[in-house]
């Protein structure tokens, strides 16, 4: 019996000690899985279990979306400085380096763009509840589609959703930083909330990189003929009143009279300073001038005025009668190779925008003669004068 009694004491130790090193491992192991488990939700963001193979990833977004789209907002921060006039060089590196990093991975092209164009039909028919539904899920499919992803920003405004509509153009421009109507979109999203300095920049921003700033400039007329919101209005006016200033040519460009005197008055000032320094020579045979030839070349100098003054900003500070002139070389295409001032106004911001409106109307358009350009605008110099 005592016997007996010994063995079942033993028994019961023996199971104590086994039930102990089973508690002692088991916590041992919880310990190094939340252990691990905080090692993740440090590295990813992620709380919770760790995943299984069958668990579904989150598809996050790289971290250089972030990065660009506080890139845009910096380019709009510039631009509330008098419309970014004092810092295009920054505007425009921005621009560059935007441009420069990786976009959105391509999807299913043709589903998205089928979804686009039912998108677009309804906002025709101004079901802008159902056009973004169309857009949304035309984004699903291809979110590095430029055009879905604004038209998606733009049914967001019409449909009165104007913060999810700011961010979606925020993230449209960090796609296409230079998109001019993505630019005018976000002014009218800032117009609406009564944020009239947000969308003035905007709307500089939408002139800085309109390919056809007098269509722009008829176009926000136009608009604010019939705008009924004060801000948005409001907003328009002061922009407007901005690119007038300048882009000084916009007031009067639909008056051909008005850009001929002015672009006459340069060639004339352009002819002078090739005479004086002897840099570009009107090629003459027995004495005679080439009627045709120099037709051609007074031509194309016009037609390279216009474009120059066209693309030219006007920087912030002091810039009447100044004028510098500018040595220009061109590849056989009018592509832009350099633009330098070899003759200053005396303002280094001044000829800086100078030679900036150069690059920016680049390419030149150049006379179909190929012996004429060859001659005369391979490397030329022209007065750069924006009265």
């Not at 882009?247 to 002819?271: D, H, M, T």
């Not at 004086?276 to 003459?284: F, G, I, N, Q, S």
Request: proline share 4%; net charge negative.
């Amino acid at each position: 019996m005592r016997d007996n009694r010994l063995v079942g004491i033993v028994l019961v130790l023996v199971i104590f000690i086994l039930l102990c090193i089973y508690f002692f491992i088991r916590t041992d192991s919880e310990s190094e899985f939340k252990s691990e488990n905080a090692v993740s939700v440090k590295a990813t963001g992620m709380q919770g279990n760790i995943s299984s193979p069958a668990t579904p990833q989150v598809n996050y977004e790289a971290p250089e979306r972030d990065a660009t789209k506080a890139m845009v907002m910096h380019m709009l921060e510039y631009a509330m400085d008098d419309g970014g006039l004092s810092h295009e060089s920054e505007i425009q590196q921005l621009k560059l380096q935007i441009e420069a990093l990786p976009k959105p991975a391509k999807g299913n092209k043709k589903a998205a763009r089928g979804l686009n164009a039912d998108g677009l039909l309804s906002s025709k028919n101004y079901d802008f509840n159902n056009a973004v539904k169309m857009f949304e899920q035309a984004h699903e499919m291809d979110k590095s589609d430029i055009e879905i992803i604004s038209n998606l920003g733009f049914s967001y405004v019409k449909q009165g959703n104007l913060d999810l509509a700011q961010q979606t153009i925020i993230n449209a421009l960090s796609m296409s930083p230079s998109r001019a109507s993505v630019w005018a979109d976000l002014g009218v999203a800032y117009g609406l909330k009564g944020d009239v300095n947000n969308a003035v920049a905007c709307f500089s921003n939408t002139y800085r990189f309109s390919k056809d700033r007098l269509k722009t400039h008829q176009l926000m007329n136009k608009l604010n003929e019939t705008e009924d919101v004060a801000t948005l209005k409001q907003a328009r006016d002061k922009a407007i009143v901005w690119a007038e200033n300048a882009y000084p040519l916009l007031i009067n460009w639909g008056e051909p009279k008005v850009v001929e005197q002015v672009a006459a008055k340069n060639i004339a000032e352009a002819e002078s300073a090739k005479q004086t320094e002897a840099e570009v020579k009107v090629k003459v045979k027995n004495a005679e001038p080439k009627s045709n030839e120099q037709s051609e070349t007074a031509r194309s100098i016009l037609d390279i005025q216009r474009k120059v003054v066209g693309s030219w900003i006007r920087p912030a500070t002091r810039t009447q009668n100044l004028k510098c002139t500018i040595k220009v070389k061109l590849m056989s295409d009018g592509t832009v190779i350099s633009a330098e001032v070899i003759s200053s106004s005396g303002d280094e911001i001044f000829d800086r925008s100078a030679e900036n409106a150069v690059v920016k109307a680049s390419p030149l358009p150049i006379p179909d003669d190929s012996e004429l350009f060859a001659n005369e605008f391979s490397s030329f110099q022209f007065v750069f004068n924006p009265k």
